[in-house]
């Protein structure tokens, strides 16, 4: 199923302390997180999120900190998927554990805006400028990666393969 | 091979890997905190493994917003105790705790040749020792908690040549930030850096854990230095178990290899909000502050507070600025008190702390208020990580940090009269 929804556009280096700030580790249940999701940077990103949206940033997103209450509270908050330039390692790995697709392009980066409507096909990496009509590829994953995300999830991935040696 | 690619095959059961190889390595130490402990417990309990897979690889340090700061972090914590002792993990309580990454080398349970995966980033620390040691998120420490073993995919190392012999002040600390500036917060992405030259050889081991410390920062997997004299002594009386030494390769291939003349790096400076906006303290111009924080699991070991104390004797810290010592482990407190350090900092108008990460990711005990300014020798300086939004973090080695706090701007040691 395609994914459809605005746009909300970053620049480079969006660390984890600027999507979910460390004063609020003292939760970690995603819907309590997503309350503050962006909110040291975008102070109005929650109330202007709607279900489906899309985070578009530039390099490295991500960056900082291993917690998995980032991409956690990005999903919750109703984000569908984060378009990027480049992923940083740890967020990356968190993200495709928890469910939260992530397309690389630049190209696609490069030529979408705020507030832009967007649809991505996951399926096949497709992204749609609904804004402009242009159409963009994201790179392909890994066969393993692919693996873990159609399982959904390194959970229910393990599980499966457990499963079977047992 | 590189010294990584080494350590990951002797983990997967191959003779030989190379950079984007996926492997599944075994894990001879898996760690988190009570910060990250939390989901990876509800992960491991969806999982349904009724054990772990080896208790005496398994580590929780209660160290983030501990001692409890509030009712929240004190039931988060809990969840992480009761599980701790559940399954008989390896666990510090407050009385004997530290930070998670200064108390597993102190407490001999890092070592030469493992691999260590940790829910925190700056698991990379333990690359001082020529340990494979990487951050990851609670779900991947789950699975490693349940089966002992965790996807990977091999990294590209990069190779830092640091020449010369550098200056009085200038420390791990100053090294890695000038390569950050360098090379960028993303300059190493998916790649595990490896430390080399006269300047690395002549580091002491606190010096190199702040360097691997700080791999992270530069986007790294890992930072690692070769096993050496300084290494074995010490790891002797410390080290909890047997360990293998691994080396490069003469003929290892490298993705980029970058040379450095350490004798012209002075101490750096890092503006916010990003670990790569550094300047040498020549550079810094007058920046006011309210507040020192000396600490960390970057520089928060036994020769920092030596450094810091060494400013500090005898001076009095800016009735203006709150300059706020924590040792990174009891076991530090303890030393530094023995040496006279802790009555120097206190003489000279610090305040210090039990072992907490606590300020350095704006938890409790130093939080900063809107506008306000803080030099620190924690790791990053990102929006709002101390504190208030919109208030600043400099990052610094712990002599420039004790310099600071006597003249209430940012200065290096040298400008204290
Ligand atoms: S001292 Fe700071 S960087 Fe180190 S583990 Fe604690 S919060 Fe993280």
New interface residues.
């Given amino acids: 199923m395609p994914h459809k929804g605005k746009i909300h556009k970053y620049g480079d280096?969006i660390?984890t302390?600027?999507i979910i700030?460390?004063?609020y580790?003292?939760?970690?249940e995603p819907r309590e997180l997503a309350a503050h999701c962006m909110?040291?940077?975008d102070a109005d990103f929650v109330q202007r999120v709607k279900p489906g949206d899309i985070i578009v940033a530039e390099?490295?997103f991500g960056?900082?900190?291993?917690?998995?209450?980032a991409p956690?509270a990005i999903k919750a908050s109703g984000i569908s998927c984060v378009i990027g330039k480049?992923f940083?390692?740890?967020f990356f790995?968190?993200a495709i554990?928890?469910g939260l697709p992530l397309l690389e392009s630049a190209e696609a980066v490069e030529n979408i805006k705020q507030g832009d409507t967007v649809e991505v096909d996951l399926a096949t990496g497709t992204i749609t400028n609904l804004s402009s009509g242009k159409t963009f590829k994201a790179k392909p994953y890994?066969d393993?990666m692919m693996e873990i995300i159609n399982a959904g999830?390194?959970?229910e991935h393990?599980?499966k393969k457990?499963v079977g040696a047992r | 091979m590189t010294l990584a690619e080494k350590i990951l095959a002797a983990h997967c059961g191959k003779d030989k890997v190379s950079a984007g190889d996926?492997i599944s390595a075994k894990c001879d130490l898996v760690l988190s905190n009570d910060?990250?402990a939390?989901?990876a417990i509800?992960?491991f309990e969806?999982?349904?493994?009724p054990h772990v897979f080896d208790p005496n690889k398994i580590v929780m340090v209660p160290d983030?917003?501990c001692p409890n700061?509030?009712i929240?972090?004190a039931t988060?914590a809990a969840m992480m105790r009761e599980f701790a002792g559940k399954h008989g993990l390896i666990y510090f309580e407050v009385g004997e705790m530290g930070i998670e990454h200064v108390i597993l080398p102190e407490k001999g349970l890092a070592l030469p040749g493992q691999v260590i995966v940790?829910?925190?980033?700056h698991?990379c620390t333990y690359g001082a020792l020529g340990t494979f040691a990487t951050?990851?998120?609670?779900?991947?420490i789950?699975?490693a908690m349940?089966?002992g073993e965790i996807?990977m995919k091999v990294p590209p190392t990069i190779k830092f040549v640091y020449h010369g012999k550098p200056g009085k002040w200038t420390g791990g600390k100053d090294l890695i930030l000038y390569t950050i500036g360098d090379i960028g917060?993303?300059g190493a992405?998916?790649s595990a850096m490896e430390f080399h030259g006269e300047a690395i050889n002549n580091l002491g081991m606190d010096g190199r854990f702040t360097m691997s410390n700080m791999a992270?920062e530069a986007?790294g997997?890992a930072g690692l230095f070769q096993v050496d004299g300084a290494t074995l002594r010490y790891l002797k009386g410390r080290a909890r178990g047997k360990y293998t030494v691994y080396a490069s390769d003469v003929d290892a291939e490298y993705a980029r290899v970058i040379e450095y003349d350490a004798a012209k790096i002075e101490p750096q400076v890092a503006f916010p909000h990003?670990p790569s906006n550094t300047r040498p303290i020549s550079l810094v111009g007058n920046v006011a502050i309210d507040q020192s924080v000396i600490g960390s699991c970057t520089n928060g070991r036994l020769d920092d507070l030596r450094l810091a104390a060494r400013v500090l004797k005898g001076r009095k810290v800016d009735p203006h600025v709150r300059c706020i010592i924590l040792p990174g482990s009891q076991q530090i407190y303890l030393e530094a008190l023995k040496e006279g350090l802790i009555e120097i900092f206190i003489r000279a108008g610090a305040a210090v702390s039990t072992p907490t990460c606590g300020p350095c990711?704006?938890?409790h005990m130093g939080i900063l208020a809107a506008g306000e300014r803080c030099v620190s020798t924690t790791n990053?300086n990102?929006?709002?990580?101390m504190g208030h939004?919109r208030s600043e973090v400099y990052l610094a080695n712990p002599a420039v940090a004790a310099a600071s706090a006597i003249l209430g701007r940012i200065a290096g040691p040298e400008e204290v009269k």
């Fill in positions: 280096n660390d302390d600027a700030a460390a004063r580790l003292n939760m970690h909110e040291d940077i390099s490295n960056c900082g900190s291993s917690r998995e209450h956690s480049s940083a390692r740890i790995r968190n554990n928890t890994p393993f999830g390194l959970i393990i599980r457990s | 996926f910060i990250t939390p989901i509800r992960e969806r999982l349904g493994f983030h917003f700061k509030d929240q972090s988060q940790g829910a925190d980033s698991t951050g990851m998120g609670s779900t991947d789950a699975v349940a089966t996807w917060v993303d992405l998916y992270i986007g997997k990003l990711l704006g938890g990053r990102f929006v709002g990580r939004p």
